[in-house]
């Protein structure tokens, strides 16, 4: 059922929406965004591959040496006194040795050069003694496989190597190299507009009239919105007056798949959000039990997903990386993951009341023993945008906590995880 503000005003104890049903429900209603196109390898980072990719080679595609060292025959070395071989020749990298290793022979082999035929070891530089062009090492049996890479040992022809939905950092960019893959099918990137309402907002380098503060909120929303799978589009700030912020809606739902707003969520006279989405789209819930981050809306805007955020800072932030976030990653096709929660010992006392989930902003750190161990920012009034700054990680209360005791064990949310 569709909540309207007006409903949310006159039913002031109605309950509120619990974090983990929010994001269910929220994650339930998206899809990925439709559109397909395909670029150079070297501009797929941070994208989302729109199909599984293949490998039409075996990587590696020979046998090579792991080791800069001599390449051996295993049956000519029992392990029974000295041995030793003849050096017939070199491999190197690209270079490969012609020829066959025979009976009492050994090449001289570089770290990734052909394994020649015959050879079925490497015998690392380390384990031998050259003299002219004989080589002697200690008894010790020689396995064979010693210190070779076999064809295909990383990935094989037919492989899939990649699947669909997989965020592409460096280490995905060097996999689809190593399988001579030099364009990708990627999603399209998924397209954000927002702003922030409120006549209190001044933008930067305007000087504060009385009353008014610097808009943070659209600084930290296109910071945390800058990631290649994303375009966004700054609306600015828009002033408390009902056409106005109907005309920005307007504006953001023609453009956009996702549209965010900061402020004007509550139920203020003059907070024309809630209102306006109920008149020109819809609205699906309203109010969340979580602190900081109370009266956060979500809904529709024509085609547009519809996010409300908060205007203080801090709640704008949280509710962001708690569903705009998981969110944003599902409509750009990313494979669905749960978030990285680890267990920490509170260094001291956390203060809560019981009621409403909280995000504490905290420092996570190994202690002394090796255990992890998260101490507050200090304040953590939604206003106090500095906590963000020296946290590291969310420390998660249940609603039903009362907080939390020194030494106690807590569940913690490192920023690293969110990109952050």
Request: net charge negative; hydrophobic share 40%; charged share 25%.
């Amino acid at each position: 059922m569709n909540t309207s503000p007006a409903d949310c005003c006159a039913e002031p104890s109605r309950k509120l929406l619990s974090v983990e049903e929010g994001r269910a429900r929220i994650l339930d209603s998206l899809q990925p965004v439709e559109g397909v196109e395909r670029l150079p390898l070297k501009s797929a980072t941070g994208r989302i591959l729109a199909q599984d990719i293949v490998s039409a080679i075996d990587v590696p595609c020979f046998a090579n040496s792991a080791m800069d060292g001599y390449a051996v025959r295993s049956q000519d070395c029992p392990g029974e006194g000295d041995t030793v071989l003849e050096v017939v020749g070199s491999s190197f990298a690209g270079a490969p040795f012609e020829g066959a290793v025979g009976r009492g022979q050994c090449v001289r082999i570089m770290t990734g050069a052909v394994v020649p035929e015959g050879a079925d070891a490497v015998l690392m530089q380390e384990r031998v003694e050259r003299e002219d062009e004989r080589i002697r090492f200690a008894s010790g049996s020689v396995e064979a496989g010693l210190n070779v890479r076999y064809p295909g040992e990383d990935t094989r022809r037919g492989d899939t190597v990649l699947e669909c939905g997989k965020r592409l950092g460096a280490a995905e960019i060097a996999l689809l190299a190593s399988v001579g893959v030099g364009e990708v099918p990627l999603r399209r990137r998924l397209r954000v507009a927002f702003f922030s309402t409120g006549d209190e907002l001044t933008s930067l380098g305007q000087p504060l009239e009385a009353g008014q503060i610097y808009d943070s909120n659209r600084y930290a929303l296109s910071a945390m919105l800058s990631a290649p799978r994303i375009e966004y589009y700054d609306l600015g700030v828009i002033p408390d007056r009902r056409d106005a912020v109907r005309d920005a809606f307007r504006q953001a739902g023609a453009m956009a798949d996702l549209v965010l707003t900061s402020g004007g969520v509550s139920v203020g006279e003059a907070d024309y959000v809630t209102e306006t989405l109920a008149e020109l789209g819809q609205i699906d819930f309203w109010r969340m039990a979580m602190k900081p981050g109370k009266p956060l809306a979500f809904g529709r805007l024509g085609a547009a997903v519809f996010f409300g955020l908060p205007g203080n800072p801090v709640s704008a932030m949280v509710t962001f990386y708690q569903f705009v976030l998981p969110a944003i990653r599902k409509m750009s096709g990313e494979k669905a993951r749960a978030p990285l929660l680890l267990q920490a010992r509170c260094a001291g006392d956390l203060r809560k009341a019981p009621g409403r989930m909280e995000f504490q902003r905290g420092i996570l750190q190994t202690a002394a023993d090796g255990s992890l161990e998260v101490s507050t920012t200090g304040l953590q009034g939604s206003h106090v945008l500095s906590s963000m700054s020296r946290a590291n990680c969310f420390i998660h209360l249940p609603a039903e906590s009362s907080g939390a005791h020194r030494g106690e064990m807590v569940t913690v949310q490192p920023f690293a995880d969110l990109g952050y």
